[in-house]
């Protein structure tokens, strides 16, 4: 990309023009601002520079990995953390020889507005990808403040970063807005028009920053979209989210609520999916989308089918905290309740209608509820027979 020198790179001065003026005898400012010199749109979208928030979380890994095959630039912003937080992205560092210069991590935080903004400012991004979050649900009755900071404000402060860099009309931002958003739904299945009705400190800062994203397409023209993601799993889904951590399993399995139903899908194919709503739309106006498989299993059967995987059949008794699972052909108790899973609200069902996003985005999953299960219990499988300590 060829970047003029001639213009100035500081904000233009405000007009000051009479009755332009407020009670503190400040002049308003232009918006948007224009601080940075940049060409038009149509020859900065020439290149294909990704900003990812989240980047060394499950879905920022995947996604990374498509974009880069894309032949993307990928930057990603990384927390400074006193333990091993790259995990998920290692093997994209073994192949930086192969993309020289293609992939960049930098220091930054959603709580770091100053970080945002130089990042912002340097990276030119032509997508940003808001995948930064406290994303546990139960963490969030525990961290409901920091929880509304990070997965709220940070989004609020990534839409300013943007437009404080005069990037409104330059970059697509994509929210990762989520199915928890339905909470106590309203409708089954749930689609773009289900009334929210969040069920947790998670659900509902993911509702201001749903909110933040519309306002800011529409306050701004902004090319922003949310993604309204139902469950979607993978090998390097976190170890305490339910999925992961029964197919990790050795021991006994200390469980929460086994009637909750969710919508699980897997990952890679969610990733192609946020990825599709920042592509044009075939010059439709931006708008949100739904993902998920139209199906919805639960807890209880994504444990039998594990169990499964390993030619383990259960056969469950007991009821509510006294309930048990036991291995038929040996006896022995391998799953049990432990009431400090349970949620002091829980969202009870999850199940997506994701016809908008298959007839707007061709859009579709490939990965069935059996396959992903079987896909996780023989990843960590593999893991434990080869000494592996996994990442994630
Ligand atoms: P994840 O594995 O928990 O990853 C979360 C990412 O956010 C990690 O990279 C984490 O960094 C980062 N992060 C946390 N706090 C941050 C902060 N203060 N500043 C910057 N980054 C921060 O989540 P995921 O499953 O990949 O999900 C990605 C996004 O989609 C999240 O926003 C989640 O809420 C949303 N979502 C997920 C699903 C799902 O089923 N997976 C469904 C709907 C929506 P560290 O690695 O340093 O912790
Ligand atoms: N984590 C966990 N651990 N959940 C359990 C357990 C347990 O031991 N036992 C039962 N559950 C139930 C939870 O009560 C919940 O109803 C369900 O299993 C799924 O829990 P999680 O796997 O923790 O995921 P989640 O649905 O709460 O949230 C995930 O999906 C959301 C999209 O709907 C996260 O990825 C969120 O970030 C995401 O927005």
């Known amino acids: 990309m060829s970047r003029s020198t001639s213009k100035t790179i500081y904000p233009e001065k405000p007009e000051e023009k009479d009755g332009q ?50 032949g993307y630039t990928v930057h990603g912003i990384i927390r400074r953390s006193s333990s091993f937080n790259t995990g998920r992205l290692h093997h994209l560092y073994e192949d930086q020889h192969e993309r020289p210069n293609k992939f960049h991590l930098h220091y930054g935080d959603l709580t770091d507005s100053t970080a945002l903004v130089f990042l912002m400012a340097r990276i030119l991004p032509t997508e940003v990808y808001n995948l930064g979050a406290q994303s546990h649900v139960k963490v969030s009755f525990s961290l409901a403040e920091y929880t509304a900071d990070v997965d709220a404000i940070g989004t609020l402060r990534l839409l300013d970063a943007i437009r404080t860099c005069g990037l409104t009309k330059h970059c697509r931002f994509y929210q990762a807005s989520t199915s928890e958003l339905y909470g106590l739904v309203q409708e089954v299945p749930q689609s773009e028009t289900t009334p929210f009705y969040p069920r947790s400190p998670y659900g509902v800062a993911k509702l201001y920053a749903y909110w933040i994203t519309v306002n800011y397409r529409e306050a701004y023209g902004m090319y922003a979209v949310n993604g309204i993601l139902f469950n979607h799993e993978s090998p390097r889904r976190g170890r305490t989210f339910v999925t992961r951590k029964i197919t990790r399993a050795q021991a006994c399995l200390w469980l929460g609520n086994l009637d909750a139903k969710r919508d699980w899908g897997h ?7 946020m990825w599709l709503m920042l592509q044009g739309l075939d010059g439709s106006e931006p708008t949100d989308f739904v993902l998920a498989t139209g ?30 699972a036991k291995d038929i052909s040996t006896g022995k108790v391998v799953v049990k309740i432990d009431p400090q899973y349970f949620r002091p609200a829980e969202v009870e069902l999850l199940h997506g209608n994701p016809a908008k996003a298959e007839r707007m985005l061709g859009w ?10 079987k896909e996780m219990v023989e990843a960590d499988l593999t893991a434990v027979r080869n000494f592996v300590e996994d990442q994630n």
């Open 21 to 70: 003026r407020n009670k503190e005898g400040l002049g308003d400012l232009p918006a948007p601002f224009a601080p940075l010199d940049l060409p038009p749109p149509d020859e900065y979208f020439q290149r294909k520079v990704a900003l990812i928030s989240g980047i060394t979380g499950q879905d920022g890994s995947y996604l990374t990995e498509f974009l880069l095959e894309k």
């Open 267 to 273: 990952a890679r194919d969610y990733i192609e999916g």
């Open 295 to 324: 199906e919805t299993h639960p807890v209880r059967e994504f444990v039998e089918k594990a169990f499964g995987v390993v030619g383990i059949k259960l056969s469950w008794s007991g009821s509510g905290v006294d309930e048990e």
């Open 364 to 373: 579709k999953r490939k990965v069935n509820f059996d396959d992903l299960v």
